[in-house]
C-alpha cells in the first residue's frame, strides 16, 4: 500500500486555495494549511471534517513578516515528517504603498519574499519525487524587475507591483528547479486563470471597483484550481520541472520571466533580504 502524500497549502481558506485543498482531500492527500486568520482556518478544518471525516494540520503565520515565516516553519518542521507537496498558493494586492516591519514593500513582502523564505527553510522536509508548486499569474507579462526600483519606492503602482511580484514568482520558480534538480523534486508554476476570487477586495477606487466589476466575468475557483491539482497529484507531470502552465499544459511565459542571469540575481537579493546569505 502506497503512504499517504502530505500536502501543505498557503491562503488555503477561500478562493483558489480552498479549492485545491478540497480536491486534494478528495484525492486522498494528507492537508495542511498555513494561514494568517486562524478562525477562517478553524472553520475550514470543520467543514472538511463533516464533509470528508478527516483532520487537516493548521499552521498560523504571516506571510509577509519574516520572523512569523521562520517562527512556523520550525514549527512545521517539529510537527511533519515530509511535505510531499508544497504549494505557495496566498497572495495579494495592496492599494498604498506601505512597508512591513521589516522594510519590505507589502505586495513583494506577501507574493514573493515570504514564499521564498518559507520554501527554503522547508525544503530539507521535501523527499525525492517531492513537488514545489507556486500560483503565479498571467499578470507577469506585464511585470518587469528593476533591481534599482525592486520594491517600486519610486512611482508606486498597486497593479505594476502585484505584476511583478508574479513575475518573481516565476524567476524563483526558475532558479529553484535547477538547484533541486539532483534532489530529484520538481518545481512548476501556474497561471490559474482569470479567477473572481477576493483578491483585491479591499482595494480603493479606481483599482478596486474595477477589479471587483471584472471578476463578475472570470472562472470559477473551481475552474481556476484545476492546474494547480493537476501539478500536485498528476503522473504526466512527475519528470516536468521548471515549467509555467496554464489550463494543465506547459504554456508560454514572457521572455524575462525565462532569463536566468535575472532570476539569479533575485535569487542572491532576495536571499540577502531574508538573512539565508
Not at 486568520?37 to 471525516?53: D, H, Q, W
Not at 521589516?102 to 506577501?110: C, H, L, N, R, S
Not at 497561471?191 to 477576493?198: A, D, K, Q, S
Not at 496554464?246 to 535569487?267: M, N, P, Q
Amino acid at each position: 500500500m502506497n503512504e499517504q502524500k502530505t500536502v501543505l497549502i498557503t491562503g488555503a481558506t477561500s478562493g483558489i486555495g480552498k479549492e485545491t485543498a478540497i480536491g486534494l482531500i478528495k484525492l486522498g492527500y494528507s492537508l495542511n494549511i498555513l494561514v494568517r486568520n486562524k478562525i477562517k482556518a478553524e472553520e475550514l478544518a470543520k467543514e472538511i471534517k463533516v464533509n470528508f471525516n478527516t483532520d487537516i494540520g493548521i499552521f498560523i503565520a504571516d506571510l509577509s513578516d519574516l520572523q512569523s515565516v521562520i517562527e512556523v516553519s520550525e514549527t512545521i518542521k517539529n510537527k511533519l515528517k515530509k511535505i510531499d507537496i508544497l504549494i505557495n498558493n496566498a497572495g495579494g494586492i495592496f492599494d498604498k504603498y506601505q512597508e512591513t516591519k521589516d522594510g519590505i514593500e507589502q505586495t513583494f513582502a506577501t507574493n514573493h519574499v515570504g514564499p521564498f523564505l518559507l520554501t527554503n527553510l522547508l525544503l530539507e522536509l521535501i523527499p525525492q519525487k517531492g513537488r514545489i508548486i507556486n500560483v503565479a499569474s498571467g499578470s507577469h507579462w506585464t511585470g518587469h524587475i528593476d533591481f534599482d526600483n525592486l520594491q517600486l519606492k519610486d512611482n508606486f503602482s498597486s497593479y505594476k507591483a502585484y505584476c511583478n511580484s508574479k513575475l518573481a514568482n516565476i524567476l524563483f520558480t526558475k532558479k529553484l528547479a535547477v538547484i533541486v534538480a539532483n534532489k530529484d523534486i520538481t518545481v512548476n508554476c501556474l497561471h490559474p486563470g482569470t479567477v473572481g476570487t477576493g483578491i483585491g477586495k479591499d482595494l480603493g477606487f479606481p483599482i478596486g471597483t474595477m477589479v471587483r466589476f471584472v471578476t463578475r466575468f472570470l472562472l470559477s475557483v473551481k475552474d481556476g484550481a484545476k492546474t494547480s491539482i493537476y501539478l500536485a497529484s498528476s503522473d504526466q507531470v512527475k519528470n516536468i520541472s521548471g515549467e509555467y502552465f496554464v489550463k494543465c499544459k506547459v504554456a508560454k511565459s514572457s521572455k524575462e520571466s525565462k532569463d536566468l542571469l535575472i532570476a539569479d540575481r533575485l535569487w542572491e537579493v532576495t536571499s540577502k533580504m531574508v538573512k539565508l546569505i
